[in-house]
């Protein structure tokens, strides 16, 4: 009878310690890694299109996606970085704010391991790649998208005004001098800012080395043949009244591209993309996309993913990972593509067929052959920590230009001297 009380008692034992086992092995299964990641449209939306394929490799990780509009997304990125609170695991940031942050220190630097991006820079668009450098040659970012430069018009209004894709294109000058003619002919703006003309014009004829505004010397550019021209043109756009002088993005620009009193667009090639699913797309097949005038080459915008140095330390290996996926996953780039119009970075995906297939909101032009073109064309511009001031310093003496007739060159000198002193810091 002992003995059997014995072995009963023993069972007991046995079985409660198997119960406790198997409690606190449910409860270890149950904790699960969590990914933050931030973003902003449209990026989230490709984002979430690749969390399935992300959980086929992690399903123990879950992928928690915040999304902001994107000027407070870009906010709290920056509130983030400066205040080593909130930073997500991964952040998608446009290609303006890599150059700001990039030298401020605050992101991981990817060249270095246990990243060492650079085994894979032959993959991306080689100017995309630069563009995440700063000047101390640390990568602080990857390239998902790019926006390779291109000019949208209405074919409609041009062929009211009797105004061809060539005469267009042909050189700037004959770009404005079409303005006139489509102006006098329909009414209708060549373009939405004159501000716009500066915009691309001081991003063509850079050299090795040098950023829109600074050199990588820190020596300022802007009183320069480059700047003189930008201004020079833009203001004849200004005095012909070629432009509608609205800003992009406000309901005026979108309505003007809906009712075709905006003729041009110079934009990254992105915009076709929402012209036909939410801008404009009762206009499909009036518009036509084409290479800059002069066959210049420019990009527009772009989107990277980075990691902040003060983002959670355990979770860094896994961030790598997930970037990896997003950037160098060709079927993934291919998704983001067709789904979002996010321009590929990673060459791999160019050669696709999707390449050659008709855009029918482009009356059936294979415009992605001309993107892709571009692409292959544009040289990477170089950052400065000044840039963004450096910005409203121009975009404030050309406003006097065009409102003020302030000459040019007084203009320019003018934005030098104070360039010159804030380089200084």
């Known amino acids: 009878m002992l003995d059997l009380y014995h072995t009963c008692h023993w069972r007991r034992i046995a079985v409660a310690a198997c119960l406790f086992l198997c409690v606190l092995g449910t409860g270890h299964a149950q904790k699960r890694i969590e990914l933050t990641i931030a973003a902003f449209p449209a990026v989230d939306e490709v984002i979430k299109a690749a969390i399935p394929a992300w959980k086929l490799k992690h399903p123990d990780v879950d992928i928690k996606l915040v999304s902001r509009q994107f000027s407070d997304h870009h906010t709290a990125m920056t509130t983030a970085l400066s205040t080593s609170f909130y930073l997500p695991d991964v952040m998608a940031l446009e290609v303006g704010y890599v150059g700001r942050f990039a030298q401020g220190g605050g992101l991981e630097d990817l060249s270095r391991p246990p990243y060492d991006i650079a085994r894979h820079q032959s993959q991306f668009v080689s100017y995309a790649f630069e563009q995440a450098k700063n000047r101390l040659g640390a990568v602080v970012a990857a390239p998902t998208d790019i926006g390779p430069g291109t000019l949208l018009y209405r074919k409609d209004v041009l062929d009211k005004a009797g105004v061809s894709e060539a005469e267009l294109t042909r050189t700037w000058d004959s770009y404005v001098d079409s303005g006139i003619k489509i102006k006098a002919t329909t009414g209708s703006y060549l373009m939405a800012h004159a ?231």
């Open 195 to 425: 501000r716009d003309m500066k915009d691309i014009l001081i991003r063509i004829g850079l050299k090795p080395g040098e950023g829109l505004y600074f050199d990588d010397q820190s020596r300022v550019l802007v009183n320069s043949p480059r700047f003189f021209r930008a201004f020079e043109l833009a203001r004849k756009v200004r005095k012909n009244k070629l432009d509608a002088k609205v800003s992009a993005w406000s309901n005026e620009w979108a309505e003007g591209l809906r009712r075709g009193s905006l003729s041009t667009q110079l934009t990254g090639a992105w915009l076709a993309g929402h012209l036909n699913n939410w801008l404009a797309p009762k206009t499909k097949g009036n518009w036509r996309a084409a290479q800059l005038p002069e066959k210049s080459w420019a990009a527009y915008g772009g989107t990277f993913l980075a990691i902040a140095r003060g983002a959670p330390a355990d979770h860094k290996a896994l961030a790598w990972e997930f970037i990896e996926m997003m950037t160098l996953d060709r079927d993934l780039q291919l998704s983001a593509f067709k789904s979002q119009d996010a321009f590929p970075a990673l060459l791999a995906a160019h050669n696709d067929k999707f390449f050659d297939e008709p855009i029918e909101f482009l009356g059936g032009q294979k415009a992605r052959e001309l993107w892709r073109e571009a692409a292959a064309h544009i040289t990477a511009v170089s950052v400065h920590k000044q840039d963004a001031f450096a910005d409203e310093v121009i975009n404030t003496e050309l406003d006097k230009v065009l409102d003020q007739g302030k000459d040019i060159a007084v203009a320019l000198a003018d934005a030098e001297r104070l360039l010159q002193r804030r380089a200084r810091r």
